[in-house]
């Protein structure tokens, strides 16, 4: 199964309230944080909607 890394590149100041609770839900908290998640139709449609805060990699295992 594919794995992406994803990492916060953004701080959550200003960030509106929706958006906000998906960066959270992804487990990010601090700038530069990142996470494995598996690659899946549900972590897709986080990242596109908070595309412009993070940087996604995908990992080759």
Do not use: F
Not at 34 to 43: G, Q
């Amino acid at each position: 199964m594919k794995k992406l890394k994803i990492t916060l590149t953004r701080s959550l100041i200003g960030v509106h309230g929706k958006n906000k609770e998906i960066i959270k839900s992804l487990g990010l908290r601090k700038i530069n944080q990142a996470v494995i998640k598996t690659d899946n139709p549900a972590i897709r449609g986080m990242i596109e909607k908070i595309r412009q805060y993070i940087k996604v990699e995908e990992v080759v295992s």
